[in-house]
């Protein structure tokens, strides 16, 4: 997909926002789109900060490096719930780099961790995913790191084994991807919901109806880029400079002006990662 047309960029946001959940390697795979030049256009519109996710050693490191190089991003590190299930016996040995790699001062997340039933199926799969999001959960409270969840079509599960291990200060549930009622189930447990251009999709009515039981200061809006382009260029490669489109969406179904839900969500980005950067 290298040399695709990008979207054009939006107009800018009133204040600034916080892209909670982004891959800048992974974009610049899709897309052609340098990171440097990412983040610099994520800025221009008001994008102003970046958390870049890692799914796998190489990610991670590339993720630490990146918020490294650049003031305005932060990192989270992780072995991605599908990684570790097909990983097998490897997967110990991963986990242990993730773990040193989320003591680096840069690294503000654990994540993405949690549990994927729809690409992973099998038993065996199941149980390694459950694994390592039980380490991934250890390592965000050990170390006072936000734990960023990864789940589809595992909504139970989630809850089940956050509640057995003790789940750490600070929850994000990326990509949101349930009903108002299981969006009150992670409320309760203190999560902020991270919603993603899934939520301007046609098709999304549950989804718009969770983002209208979350109260304004739990609410947090991602690009996941390249994946989950918001409406009107769904289905063309994603990059945090399109988050005002999302956020826009958002601000509208909530009936809430827009420069106050972007001092909201940058508020709430700075809390539910630790802290100003």
């Given at each position: 997909?290298?040399?695709?047309e ?30 440097a ?35 305005s991003?932060?990192?989270g ?122 939520v ?10 969770a ?24 289905g ?15 601000a ?26």
């Amino acid at each position: 997909m290298i040399g695709v047309e990008l979207p054009a960029r939006p107009d800018p946001l009133p204040g600034p926002v916080v892209d909670t959940h982004c891959h800048l390697d992974v974009t610049a795979q899709h897309s052609g789109l340098d990171p440097a030049d990412a983040v610099a256009a994520a800025a221009e519109v008001g994008v102003t900060r970046i958390v870049q996710v890692g799914c796998d050693v190489p990610g991670s490191r590339w993720a630490v490096e990146a918020a490294v190089r650049w003031p305005s991003v932060v990192a989270g590190v992780a072995i991605h719930p599908n990684d570790a299930a097909r990983l097998g016996p490897d997967l110990l040995d991963a986990l242990e780099v993730i773990e040193a790699l989320a003591q680096h001062p840069r690294v503000r997340a654990v994540g993405e961790t949690g549990l994927d039933f729809y690409r992973t199926r099998d038993a065996a799969g199941h149980a390694r995913q459950q694994e390592a999001f039980a380490a991934h959960i250890g390592w965000a409270t050990a170390y006072d790191k936000t734990l960023v969840i990864h789940d589809r079509d595992a909504h139970a599960a989630i809850l089940s084994v956050l509640d057995r291990e003790g789940p750490p200060p600070r929850i994000v549930m990326h990509c949101f991807s349930g009903d108002a009622a299981f969006a009150l189930a992670c409320l309760e447990r203190g999560a902020y919901l991270s919603f993603a251009g899934t939520v301007t999709f046609k098709n999304s009515e549950s989804l718009r109806a969770a983002l209208a039981v979350t109260p304004p200061d739990r609410i947090l809006v991602e690009t996941d880029a390249p994946y989950l382009t918001p409406v009107p260029y769904r289905g063309r490669p994603n990059a945090s400079y399109l988050i005002p489109h999302t956020a826009r969406f958002m601000a509208e179904t909530l009936g809430l002006d827009l420069m106050a839900f972007c001092r909201a969500l940058n508020d709430n980005a700075e809390v539910a990662f630790g802290g100003r950067w």
